[in-house]
């Protein structure tokens, strides 16, 4: 680990203030520390960020902010997520291990990096930590990398279970920088690698995600997180689904509908979710619906399983959603 | 400064009971002192600098700027070996630190000693290392018969053992033909390598370390540091964990080497990444099976080829190079046989010692084959391998007779004839493949059963002089009769000072028995390896108590004027007073001898051990999701010195081999590591491991302490192929390869 100044701002706008092209906020650490051990981020001063009045689940007005520093324990286990936004609930809980969750923020989540083995090995080349040194993961190692949005600079998969279910629901990420506070939407927040991959969201220098914010979506309670990992717990997602869906009678009326460990970022499928509207929710439906998300996967020598996985991944996710209540 | 853990005195019980571990509360309650918990006060901290490549050529290192760090004491390279700079197991091929070749990526390089981990771990990125990298040998096969570059003088092959026995041509009307692959494996044991080295004022050096062999690390430290054995001293640190993983060098000589350049006590602990490439994994492997069948299901011939990949250094793949050929062909009666079994030099990670040691790979190929010729004859599993099963008697391929039980065929009869677990009924998510994971409430599951026999040598073979030394002290304390019982046989969780104790309390008929910590200061112990400690080192515990209560019934003839046969704890305390008896007695089991190099005939073997594994799994066939229901197994141990600690082993050695079948694999891709941590080198989690219900068999072993038959590996050959055949019996592929995994079961072509 490389030396490094730790301050502890009692402010957000001391804590913008302080902040530059060499600091790191600190959160829960979990993502942060880790990296910082390995040398892949080598911040001169480290901001912890955890003073800062960046708690709280609020739902008032239909809908849900939730605070930047809020735990993933704390969030997965309140009632309103829990009944309101079950996929929400179980995007969290499914995600990593008790200990860590109680330690990592709904922050320091969106912004967790990849698990590329290359990312995390300073010995090798990656565009991602060295822009222009090269991929080794296209030709090497690649069955957790991505299938959706890979460039040829770039093909790690975003590994949060959380950043699926949210780009499903139409979330919004709040930020506060020097300039100001913004909203901008979650799917938009995230970018893709093209030939820049180091950049991986919008957030300018310095700026703080101050919270999250959660569109209200009363048929969200109809909602489910549905994640394939190679044990039974504990581990990221080979691939994920949040799917939910609003009927009328037997007939979909909406859905929404994104996938985990297929993208570069989180991934909504707008297709699908034309697909699956107005039609009857059988099996037949699902099936079909799920061949529209094959457009423009690219498959690499070890994940070829994907596209195929993805599919069936989704068909199930739509039919155990109606085995829920 | 902070010693090894005081572990040594327990409860009460003798053989056949289950006391309480001495060790036990204070690790669950996270008190234990683990070798990585040693402090000295003035100790330094040292590190290596280890290579990142597989196969480089080193054209100069330069450590000017790393001497310049505030806080290092020392920078060491190849030119500050004192002694001879290669150390091995059985060859001494590996450098202690790299000369002017680089064969493993992880392969240490230099040592930095510095006030702090950090300062010297800083230091260690200063050293300017210049490598000229070269094309890394990655492919086994291709290794022995290509026209690669050789990576030892004397080419490629670490060891070739061949076999042949009755007609090389032999024909036979069913034939089925395989070609398995197992992935590497990690020991994942919890506690990272670590030790403490004092320099003494002798000049030698006191080292405390997590090993599995004390004297065997001796042997090659003082080779290493051109000292005699009374100058380095070694005492057993608190071990985490070793499954053969610590039977190689880690820390030991480099935290010396930097002790005596300091004049300082040197900590070293790997972090879990370094600890990857710290320790040897089991190897990979290809194998090759072809097995020949009467129509009524009897085996008439075997032919088998087997690549184990050795990695860059020799290690202990010799002996399991012997052990994959002797035991490649599994516990069934079999006339004909040809084995050629190469243990193969590459750049990839050193492979050597884990739990089971070759004959895991074997198991999962013949087992497969096995099953491969029940479905080709249109027979059960069972009862093919049951009209093959060796019995007492019978005759091992290397023409050494089985000259105690070997109940092979009621192994397989008891696991195939208990009930079967309850068919999915009551919603219990985490009894489903994938989990609380929201992926099934019973949609795409399908169950299947499998099973499997595994056949294990149990201690040193070839010929090996295979011993262990123990000092027993028999006084009076606090007015009992106490006994001090002192070994230098390591305790690496398996609960071998349990034993030690229970051997001791029956023996001599008291209660107060204390072990002392083992170290160099009594003769050899051997290895923690083998399955042999109850064997060799309970033996030789027994042997020193017989001669102890011999002295002491001398002493009562002149107590009591008569002989007597046994003596109750107040008259040891009477015939004794203030006398005390020790007697130290080396103890061997009956020798064995080498193979022939040419047909691989000889009585290689001292002891062989049986289990049979069924597998009940459910799998979600659509997404490719296993979850094992139950793993029952059963397994011959002769005797159960300590019934609790059986069961133990068996379970233990049960989960490693299902986190073998469907998950454990190091990711090596042109010779470099790429998952060394616990979040990507997956094992099984609790939600992972099924009930394991056991059935232990006692057929006494007429040659063995108490009639007993080591416990430890038996179970870790077997539970593999039992888990794939029920995934094959559920899913209808053929699935030559472990680990399986998610895409195997959605992409794979059925068979
Ligand atoms: C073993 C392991 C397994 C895991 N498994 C999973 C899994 O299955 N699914 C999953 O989704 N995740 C998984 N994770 C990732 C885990 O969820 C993240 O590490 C965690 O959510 C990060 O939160 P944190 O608060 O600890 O972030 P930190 O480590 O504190 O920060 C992460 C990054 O975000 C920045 N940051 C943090 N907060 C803010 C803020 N408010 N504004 C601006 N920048 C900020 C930091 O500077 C840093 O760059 C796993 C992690 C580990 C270590
Ligand atoms: S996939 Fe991305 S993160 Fe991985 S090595 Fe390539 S550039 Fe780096």
Redesign the interface.
Same mark, same amino acid.
Do not use: C, W
């Given at each position: 680990? !490389?030396e490094y100044r730790f301050e502890r701002p009692g402010t957000v706008t001391e804590a913008v203030r302080r902040s530059g092209s060499d600091t790191a906020y600190l959160a829960g650490g979990t993502t942060l520390v880790d990296l910082m051990k390995l040398e892949v981020m080598t911040p001169g001063r480290v901001l912890d960020i955890n003073r800062l009045p960046l708690r709280g689940l609020d739902a008032t007005g239909g809908g849900l902010r939730i605070g930047a520093l809020e735990r993933m324990t704390d969030v997965a286990a309140d009632p309103r997520v829990r009944l309101g936004y079950p996929m929400l609930s179980?995007a969290l809980?499914?995600s990593a291990s008790g200990q860590l969750r109680n330690m990592a923020s709904i922050g320091g989540n969106l912004l967790q990096r990849t #698990?590329c083995?290359y990312f995390r090995d300073v010995?090798m080349p990656c565009n991602k930590r060295q822009p222009g040194s090269g991929c080794p993961a296209i030709r090497?190692?690649n !069955?957790m990398h991505a299938v959706l949005g890979t460039s040829d600079s770039c093909v790690a998969t975003h590994p949060s279970d959380l950043a699926v279910a949210l780009a499903a629901l139409d979330a919004r990420v709040q930020l506060q920088g020097r300039d100001g506070v913004r909203t901008v939407n979650l799917c938009d927040f995230y970018l893709l690698p093209a030939d820049t991959p180091h950049l991986e969201h919008d957030l300018r220098p310095g700026e703080l995600v101050t919270g999250v914010i959660v569109p209200r979506l009363d048929w969200a309670q109809r909602s489910?997180?549905?994640?394939? #990992?190679? #044990?039974?717990?504990?581990?990221f997602a080979?691939s994920s689904a949040a799917v939910a869906i609003r009927r009328e009678g037997d007939t979909i009326v909406e859905a929404r509908v994104a996938v985990g460990g297929m993208g570069t970022r989180p991934w909504r499928l707008p297709a699908v979710e034309r697909a699956l509207a107005g039609r009857p929710a059988t099996s037949n439906t699902y099936a079909a619906a799920a061949t529209a998300t094959v457009d423009g996967t690219r498959p690499l020598r070890h994940n070829?399983?994907k596209p195929?996985?993805m599919q #069936?991944?989704l068909i !199930?996710?739509l039919?155990?959603l109606e085995?829920t209540r | 400064m902070t010693k090894p853990a005081e572990v040594t005195r327990s409860t009460t019980g003798g053989i056949g009971e289950s006391p309480l571990r001495p060790d036990g509360a204070l690790k669950v309650r996270g008190e234990f002192a683990y070798s990585s918990d040693l402090w000295h006060e003035d100790m330094v901290w040292g590190v290596t600098l280890r290579s990142?490549h597989p196969h480089a050529r080193i054209r100069s290192v330069d450590l000017t700027e790393a001497l310049r760090v505030p806080g290092v004491h020392a920078v060491l390279t190849h030119q500050d070996v004192p002694g001879t700079n290669r150390y091995g197991l059985e060859h001494a091929d590996q450098p202690v630190l790299a000369v002017d070749l680089v064969r493993y990526h992880g392969e240490p390089v230099a040592l930095v000693a510095a006030d702090h981990p950090?300062t010297a +771990? @800083?230091a260690m990125k200063r050293i300017k290392v210049d490598y000229e990298v070269l094309t890394p040998v990655s492919d086994a096969e291709h290794a022995v018969h290509g026209d690669g570059p050789r990576l030892h003088r004397d080419g490629n092959v670490v060891r070739h053992v061949p076999i042949r026995r009755g007609d090389q041509n032999a024909t036979a009307p069913v034939v089925v033909h395989g070609v398995y692959e197992v992935g590497m494996q990690d020991q994942a044991f919890l506690g990272p390598e670590s030790g403490l080295a004092v320099p003494a004022e002798d000049g030698g050096v006191d080292l405390f370390v997590a090993t599995q062999w004390l004297h065997v690390d001796q042997r090659q430290i003082c080779y290493a540091l051109g000292l005699p054995a009374d100058k380095v001293r070694l005492t057993l640190a608190g071990v985490g964990g070793a499954f053969g993983g610590r039977e190689d060098l880690s820390i030991q000589v480099h935290a010396c080497l930097l002790a005596r350049h300091t004049g300082k006590p040197v900590k070293m602990v790997y972090n879990r990444e370094e600890s990857f490439y710290g320790h040897v994994h089991r190897h990979p492997a290809k194998l090759y099976y072809e097995h020949g069948a009467t129509e009524d299901g009897r085996l008439v011939y075997v032919r088998s080829r087997i690549y184990l990949d050795g990695g860059a250094y020799a290690s202990s793949t010799p002996a399991v190079v012997a052990n994959a050929a002797t035991l490649g062909f599994g516990p069934y009666n079999v006339d004909n046989v040809t084995m050629d079994c190469w243990g193969v030099y590459t750049n990839n990670p050193p492979c050597g010692a884990m739990r089971g040691f070759g004959a895991v790979q074997a198991g999962f190929a013949y087992e497969s084959q096995m099953d491969k010729l029940a479905a080709a004859l249109g027979m059960d599993p069972v009862e093919v391998r049951v009209r093959n099963a060796m019995s007492e008697g019978s005759t091992m391929p290397t023409g050494q007779v089985l000259d105690s039980a070997a109940p092979v065929a009621e192994l397989l009869r008891l696991v195939r004839d208990r009930p079967m677990p309850a068919e999915r009924g009551e919603l219990d998510l @985490?009894a489903m493949p /994938? /989990?609380?994971?929201?992926?099934?409430?019973g949609? /795409?599951v399908v169950r299947g059963v499998g099973y499997a026999v595994g056949v294990k040598n149990i201690c040193f073979s070839e010929g090996f002089d295979d011993y262990s030394t123990a000092r027993l002290r028999l006084e009076v304390l606090g007015g009992e009769p106490a006994a001090t019982i002192h070994t230098a046989a390591a305790e690496v969780g398996q609960g071998l000072v349990t034993i030690e104790q229970q051997i001791v309390r029956t023996e001599l008929g008291i209660q107060q028995v204390t072990v002392h910590p083992a170290d160099t200061t009594v003769g050899n112990g051997g290895s923690t390896s083998a399955s042999r400690q109850t064997y060799v080192t309970g033996g030789a515990v027994k042997a020193a108590c017989e001669a102890v209560r011999e002295k002491l019934l001398k002493l009562a003839v002149t107590r009591f004027g008569e002989p007597r046969a046994n003596l109750t704890p107040a008259e040891i305390v009477s015939v004794l007073g203030t006398e005390v008896i020790e007697e130290t007695v080396e103890w061997r089991h009956r020798p064995t001898t080498a193979l022939d190099p040419e047909t691989g005939q000889g009585f290689a073997h001292v002891q062989y051990g049986f289990a049979a594994h069924r597998a009940v799994v459910d799998v979600d066939v659509?997404? /490719?999701?296993v979850?094992v229901v139950e793993l029952a197994c059963a397994q011959d141990v002769g005797k159960a010195l300590n019934p609790q600690a059986v069961v133990g082993q068996i379970h233990g050695g049960s989960v490693q081999g299902l986190g073998l079948a469907?998950?454990e694999e190091i990711?090596v891709?042109?010779g470099k590591v +790429?998952?060394p941590s616990f979040?990507?080198y997956?094992i099984?989690?609790i939600?992972?491991t099924p009930p394991m219900p056991v059935d232990v068999l006692e057929l006494a072993d007429p040659h063995a302490p108490y009639g007993l038959r080591g416990v430890g590996e038996p179970p870790t050959i077997s539970s593999t192929p039992a888990v794939v055949a029920a995934i094959r019996a559920a899913t209808g592929l053929a699935l030559t390869r472990v680990p399986v @995994?998610?895409?195997h079961l959605?992409?794979e072509e059925p068979r």
């Open positions: 680990m !490389r179980q809980e499914l #698990r083995g010995s090497g190692e !069955r489910i997180y549905l994640k394939i #990992r190679d #044990r039974q717990s504990y581990e080979l070829a399983f195929e996985l #069936r991944t !199930r996710a039919l155990e085995q | 990142p950090e +771990r @800083r @985490r /994938g /989990g609380v994971s929201n992926t099934t409430h949609e /795409g659509e997404l /490719g999701l979850k469907v998950m990711q891709t042109e +790429r998952n979040t990507d997956l099984p989690t939600l992972d @995994r998610p895409e959605t992409l």
